[in-house]
């Protein structure tokens, strides 16, 4: 099997989602390398817990199983959150979860013990040692690699949008960035990360991936990193862009909203309509106002530089996709868009407390009890 070349058909629209959450100590605030303990712990007392260890020593990844719906991937996380919650209560540490750390010192927060991991640092120095970032990544089955690359260009003139909801990465190494996420700007400084190039068909991305490889990038970093990318062993388009959400119940709605997106693409192929692109130079400045502006962002939305604001957009983009949330059994978790536009997103309140407290600590505690106050109802 080549593993470039050959994508697993997914024949129907499959869902895996994997969302990074830190550990922190209760009275420094700061990140705790004990996920190994923890994850070993968890999978002795449970054995059918789908844990990961991550980048950094202080992560824990939860990981779902294959599954149909929002519903059944985010209860899946919501079981696995509580068995990680049982044991870490016991070892005296917090839970927290965000696109990224607010004081938390780079420097001192030791890697996973992984070989790719440590030849990512190799290679890539002072920019790889400041990936202290954490993610969700949202894996949607494709039933033929020929749709793959269209559907992926079609998403990122979506950017912004998945960006804005979960962005939750205001603070980094102690200052307020000014950024909504600060952690989208971080991790492009990777050479295999940032947006994907714009490729015409599933082709030309197989010669691309041969030449990583003859050129030895892959064999430095394992894979690409794209915001988007294929996973062709999983016959999936693996979403990347989303910020860490503090909670499940954000979680749900980015997760709803990709899944939506997606499968409305994949049915504009059967149609046979013309799917969205934009230029790549939209698509970075859209990336960039995304992360730097989150849901007050005015976004390019056409090929004419037509614009508008992201947060009209998204109003408007539920109400377009709630046929297909209907199908997919997700209409409620795609409304909690809605609510995040309401409530405001994660950067917001983040910075609403620093800017009255002048002080990261108290923001992390409210982040922490996010995660049990803004919780999930299957």
Not at 15 to 21: A, H, K, P, R
Request: charge should be negative; glycine fraction near 6%.
């Amino acid at each position: 099997m080549d593993p470039f070349r050959d994508f697993a058909r997914s024949p129907h629209p499959t869902l895996g989602v994997e969302w990074e959450i830190g550990l922190t100590d209760p009275l420094t605030r700061d990140l705790v390398p004990r996920a190994a303990e923890v994850i070993e712990e968890v999978q002795a007392r449970y054995p059918d817990t789908h844990l990961e260890k991550e980048f950094l020593q202080n992560t824990v990844e939860l990981v779902t199983p294959v599954c149909r719906t929002t519903r059944e991937a985010v209860n899946s996380l919501a079981a696995t959150l509580e068995r990680v919650r049982e044991v870490a209560a016991e070892e005296n540490l917090k839970l927290w979860a965000g696109g990224g750390h607010p004081f938390s010192n780079f420097r001192t927060q030791p890697l996973s013990p992984k070989i790719t991991y440590q030849e990512i640092i190799n290679r890539t120095r002072y920019w790889g040692q400041q990936m202290l970032l954490w993610g969700i990544h949202c894996h949607v089955g494709i039933r033929h690699e020929d749709r793959v690359w269209p559907i992926i260009n079609a998403l990122m003139t979506k950017y912004p949008h998945l960006l804005a909801i979960s962005a939750s990465s205001p603070g980094w190494d102690g200052i307020d960035t000014g950024y909504a996420s600060n952690r989208t700007m971080l991790y492009q400084q990777l050479p295999t990360a940032g947006m994907p190039y714009q490729f015409a068909d599933w082709e030309e991305w197989v010669q691309f991936m041969y030449d990583q490889r003859t050129s030895g990038v892959i064999n430095h970093t394992g894979s690409m990193h794209f915001d988007i990318r294929p996973a062709a062993k999983w016959g999936t388009i693996e979403v990347r862009i989303s910020d860490a959400t503090s909670n499940l119940r954000e979680l749900a709605a980015v997760v709803a909203l990709t899944h939506c997106l997606v499968v409305y693409y994949d049915r504009m192929i059967d149609r046979g309509e013309k799917l969205p692109s934009l230029q790549p130079w939209h698509n970075a400045e859209n990336k960039w106002r995304g992360a730097r502006y989150g849901l007050d962002a005015l976004v390019i939305t056409s090929r004419e530089t037509e614009e508008r604001w992201v947060s009209q957009e998204l109003t408007e983009l539920v109400g377009t996709l709630e046929p297909i949330a209907a199908e997919l059994g997700c209409v409620e978790e795609l409304a909690l868009v809605l609510e995040i536009l309401e409530r405001g997103a994660g950067y917001q309140r983040q910075r609403r407390i620093y800017e009255v407290e002048r002080d990261w600590k108290p923001v992390v505690d409210a982040t922490c009890q996010e995660m049990l106050d803004l919780t999930w109802e299957s």
